[in-house]
């Protein structure tokens, strides 16, 4: 039987891994970190750039992923261009992921690099308020409603429904730097107090500086790959258990609930795709364009009850050492953020699943051994979208 006529699923893997230089990146341009970033994860898997006949890229060029393809020297025959925020590479590798259990695919390479720092640093572009004042948003641009504005009304509504404190958001701000102080490609990883992220300059009430992540250059790349190429995989696999996508609304208007994102959707999907359970999960990639994303995904994933986030992350339970580590690389507000960071979550996933993490900062479970089972969950606007991805090896 043809793979195009498949009708028994493949298991799917990811078989290679890479960031591109990281951080401040002033001599490259988006598409050398493309390169640079999808060389790094060819290398990794130990295959050959002639398996990859699938790529998926989003946020550069007017013909993404096309433009990308064709400075990489790739000619696939699958590609997804789906964007959707930040969470556009877990959308990806969900659809990836399935074109390659049916027979659609071999090998599809995920791959994302920008020099949004860089490109504001040279006056190459500025910065943006809001994503545009056409179509539904006309209604809310007028009242400059910015992109920040509405992550801190949503904030502001969970404090108020279930009496989350500030020092609770900032508790996360913390301990994201804290994980981040052991990884040598964090850009931030002096360490910081809750009294520092509150004392900080106002961005939007209730985030100062400390609670939004950062601006950084970067770009990293994701091979998957059918279970076929795993035994000429230089890598230790890591296998896609389950995915989850969902998408909840545009306007502000439009959003039933402030204290409720897409996660709640996609990682139920996930989990239940997987055959597991949020207790189940040894560590957690989350999407932190701010500290609330954090804490209200937590809660829409399961790993706490709705209204309880605030009082799980104030106990050190997000440390690389603590009972659910989250974001183990130091995440978006210290590690790297240089726009769509989604894809940067499987990197590090895969990297702790493997045990690769490397010394000071990889997790172990209690027999020493490393983590089994990951979850990846990227958001995407202002909560208006989210892709969830179960890893286990």
């Not at 701000?173 to 964090?186: E, I, L, Y």
Request: hydrophobic share 40%.
């Amino acid at each position: 039987m043809s793979a195009a006529t498949r009708s028994t699923p493949r298991k799917v893997a990811v078989v290679g891994v890479a960031l591109s230089d990281c951080g401040r990146v002033d001599e490259a341009t988006p598409y050398a970190l493309h390169a640079q970033a999808a060389r790094r994860a060819l290398a990794d898997s130990g295959l050959g750039r002639d398996v990859i006949d699938g790529i998926a890229s989003a946020g550069l060029g007017t013909l993404a992923p096309i433009e990308v393809a064709e400075y990489l020297g790739l000619t696939p025959r699958w590609v997804d261009s789906t964007s959707v925020g930040g969470a556009t590479w877990e959308v990806m590798a969900a659809h990836a992921a399935e074109a390659i259990a049916a027979g659609r695919a071999e090998a599809v390479l995920l791959v994302y690099g920008s020099t949004a720092r860089a490109d504001i640093k040279a006056r190459r572009r500025t910065s943006n308020l809001s994503f545009g004042a056409r179509g539904p948003l006309q209604f809310e641009v007028p009242y400059g409603h910015s992109l920040i504005a509405k992550y801190a009304m949503a904030a502001r509504r969970h404090m108020h429904e279930y009496g989350t404190t500030l020092e609770q958001l900032a508790s996360v701000a913390v301990q994201a730097r804290a994980n981040a102080a052991a990884n040598p490609d964090a850009m931030f990883r002096d360490p910081i107090t809750v009294d520092d992220v509150l004392a900080g300059p106002m961005i939007a009430d209730p985030f100062t500086k400390l609670h939004c992540c950062i601006r950084s250059d970067g770009g990293c790349a994701v091979l998957l790959a059918a279970e076929e190429y795993v035994r000429d995989s230089a890598a230790t696999p890591v296998w896609v258990l389950g995915t989850g996508e969902h998408v909840s609304h545009t306007t502000m208007s439009e959003w039933d609930d402030f204290t409720v994102s897409p996660a709640a959707v996609s990682g139920r999907l996930a989990f239940g795709r997987a055959g597991v359970t949020p207790d189940d999960i040894d560590i957690a990639e989350i999407y932190d364009a701010f500290t609330y994303m954090t804490l209200v995904t937590l809660e829409d994933l399961g790993f706490c009850g709705k209204g309880e986030g605030g009082a799980f992350v104030e106990k050190g339970r997000l440390l690389r050492t603590g009972d659910l580590p989250t974001n183990t690389d130091g995440g978006g507000l210290s590690a790297q953020h240089p726009g769509m960071r989604g894809l940067f979550l499987l990197v590090e996933a895969v990297r702790q699943l493997r045990g690769e993490a490397g010394e000071g900062r990889q997790v172990r479970r209690a027999d020493g051994s490393a983590p089994e089972l990951a979850v990846a969950s990227g958001t995407g606007g202002w909560f208006c979208s989210s892709g969830t991805v179960v890893l286990g090896r």
